[in-house]
């Protein structure tokens, strides 16, 4: 599905004027965000504001992520398109939406059923859902039935890294992942390979939490 011309152009300005300028670099994530029509995974009372670089509120009380981070956290995973993915929270399945643009599948779960249901509905009425398959369950303990993951992207803040998510993260493998607190958080970038894990800090950050049995437990 692709939006009306005044969305399409709307999409442009947002990646000249506000993803470019700072520093997302990576042509297939540009391309990815130009194609796929975020005003159809916002609330409907949003979708004027759909690309101003700003989270917005969607159901349960949930939030879907600023364009620049979704971009950023895209790009720290550097897919070139053979990958199998895992997202943790899928909120309105737009960041699914981006992921599957741009690897072979995508596994993205949600602990709220309700959101679950939007995310896999969302995904079907755009005809992006194809290699996403929607799970309802606790991020924090991944998914292990398609592991290993190439990818780990994780839209939920953490107050550590879930022992589960690097253990079903592929060798070599990139996880990235909102660290910290509550109220702020590091995006970490953690990457498996030869055995060995490096983790370096893309930005700071703010995301609501991830709640789970490794996460937070409310």
């Known amino acids: 599905m692709k939006g009306s011309q005044m969305d399409r152009d709307a999409a442009a300005a947002m990646i000249e004027h506000q993803l470019r300028r700072r520093g997302i670099r990576d042509d297939r994530v540009l391309e990815a965000l130009l194609e796929i029509p975020r005003e159809e995974f916002v609330a409907p009372e949003d979708r004027s504001q ?12 949930q939030t879907i992520t600023q364009p620049y981070m979704t971009a950023l956290m895209v790009e720290c995973l550097e897919l070139k398109g053979s990958e199998n993915v895992l997202e943790v929270g899928s909120g309105s399945g737009y960041h699914a ?28 009425r755009t005809g992006l859902g194809a290699n996403i398959t929607v799970i ?4 924090s303990l991944g998914y292990p039935l398609k592991s290993p993951y190439d990818a780990i992207s994780v839209a939920a803040g953490s107050p550590s890294v879930p022992p589960a998510l690097l253990e ?10 909102p660290v910290g607190d509550r109220e702020d958080q590091k995006l970490q970038v953690i990457r498996k390979e030869s055995g060995k894990i490096t983790t370096r800090v893309a930005s700071g950050c703010r995301f609501v939490p991830l709640i789970g049995q490794n996460a937070w437990e409310s």
């Open 50 to 61: 759909a690309y101003s670089d700003a989270a917005m509120t969607i159901a349960c009380n």
């Open 97 to 124: 939406a981006v992921l599957g643009r741009l690897a072979a599948s995508v596994v993205t779960i949600e602990r709220i059923p309700e959101l679950a249901e939007t995310a896999r509905a969302n995904l079907d």
């Open 136 to 139: 309802s369950g606790d991020g």
């Open 168 to 177: 079903q993260l592929n060798d070599p493998g990139t996880l990235v992942i």
